[in-house]
C-alpha cells in the first residue's frame, strides 16, 4: 500500500515515513504544499498523511484542489497542532476524512490509517481477506484458492490470516511466532514447517506460489513468491 506524507516538519516525517515503512507500506514525502499537491495528482495512492499548516499551500486548501479540482477521492488524514472544534471541522468540510492532533501515538496514526484505508476499499463490513485468488472467509475460517477448498491445520490456518490481514508486508519470524503460538513460542524449526505445509496446500505444481521468502528476515505474502528452505 502507497501513502504519501505531507509534511514540513522533517522530524515527524521521518518518525512517519521509518513507522510506515517498517510496517509494510511504500511511502514518500512532499515538504510543503505546492510539492505535496503535484505528488498526489502524479501518481495513485492508498492514502495521504496531510499537515494543515504548510509552506507554499496549506493543507485546507491541497485537501479542497484535490476533491474539487481534481476530483480524487484518495483517503487523507489530516495531521495539525490546532484542537479547536472549528478547525476540525474546517478540516472535513474540505475533504478530510479523519483528523489527528499533534503530538500523536504512532500507533494511533497506524490505527486510524489502516481504518482509513479499509473504509475506503469497503472492507469494513467484509468478511473475507483476500490476495490474488486466494480467499479466506473469516465467518466459516474458510480457504480457497481459485475457487477450490484448501484445507489446512489449524495453526497454518492461523498463520495464513496473520500474513493475509497485511499483504505485502514482511513477517519476521519472532513476530509470526507470537502471534500464532503466543507465549508457548515453538521449537525453532515448527514456523518453518508449517510455512512449508502452509505454501504446498496452498499451490498446486502449476500455480503461483503466494508466499515469499526473505531470508534472514521472514516471510511475506507476494505474487511472486519464493523459497522456503
Given at each position: 500500500?502507497?501513502?504519501?506524507?505531507?509534511?514540513?516538519?522533517?522530524?515527524?516525517?521521518?518518525?512517519?515515513?521509518?513507522?510506515?515503512?517498517?510496517?509494510?507500506?511504500?511511502?514518500?514525502?512532499?515538504?510543503?504544499?505546492?510539492?505535496?499537491?503535484?505528488?498526489?495528482?502524479?501518481?495513485?495512492?492508498?492514502?495521504?498523511?496531510?499537515?494543515?499548516?504548510?509552506?507554499?499551500?496549506?493543507g485546507l486548501t491541497l485537501c479542497?484542489?484535490?476533491?474539487?479540482?481534481?476530483?480524487?477521492?484518495?483517503?487523507?488524514?489530516?495531521?495539525?497542532?490546532?484542537?479547536?472544534?472549528?478547525?476540525?471541522?474546517?478540516?472535513?468540510?474540505?475533504?478530510?476524512?479523519?483528523?489527528l492532533v499533534k503530538p500523536f501515538s504512532l500507533k494511533e496514526v497506524g490505527a486510524r490509517l489502516g481504518a482509513m484505508i479499509k473504509r475506503y476499499r469497503g472492507q469494513v463490513a467484509t468478511m473475507d481477506l483476500r490476495f490474488a485468488d486466494v480467499r479466506l472467509d473469516l465467518s466459516t475460517m474458510t480457504v480457497e484458492r481459485a475457487g477450490r477448498p484448501v484445507k489446512l491445520p489449524p495453526k497454518c490456518l492461523h498463520l495464513l490470516r496473520v500474513l493475509m490481514q497485511s499483504p505485502h508486508r514482511t513477517f519476521t519470524r519472532a513476530e509470526l511466532e507470537a502471534e500464532v503460538w503466543g507465549e508457548e513460542l515453538p521449537d525453532s524449526d515448527t514456523l518453518r514447517t508449517h510455512v512449508y505445509t502452509l505454501r504446498r496446500a496452498l499451490s498446486r505444481p502449476a500455480e503461483t506460489d503466494v508466499i515469499e521468502t526473505l531470508h534472514g528476515v521472514g516471510y511475506r505474502l507476494a505474487t511472486s513468491g519464493g523459497d522456503a528452505k
Open positions: 500500500m502507497k501513502v504519501l506524507i505531507v509534511e514540513d516538519d522533517s522530524a515527524i516525517a521521518a518518525n512517519l515515513y521509518d513507522y510506515l515503512e517498517a510496517g509494510g507500506y511504500e511511502v514518500d514525502v512532499a515538504a510543503n504544499g505546492n510539492a505535496g499537491l503535484q505528488m498526489a495528482l502524479a501518481d495513485s495512492w492508498d492514502a495521504i498523511l496531510l499537515d494543515l499548516s504548510l509552506p507554499g499551500m496549506d479542497r484542489r484535490l476533491r474539487e479540482e481534481a476530483a480524487r477521492d484518495t483517503p487523507v488524514l489530516m495531521l495539525t497542532a490546532r484542537d479547536a472544534l472549528d478547525d476540525k471541522l474546517a478540516g472535513f468540510v474540505h475533504g478530510a476524512d479523519d483528523y
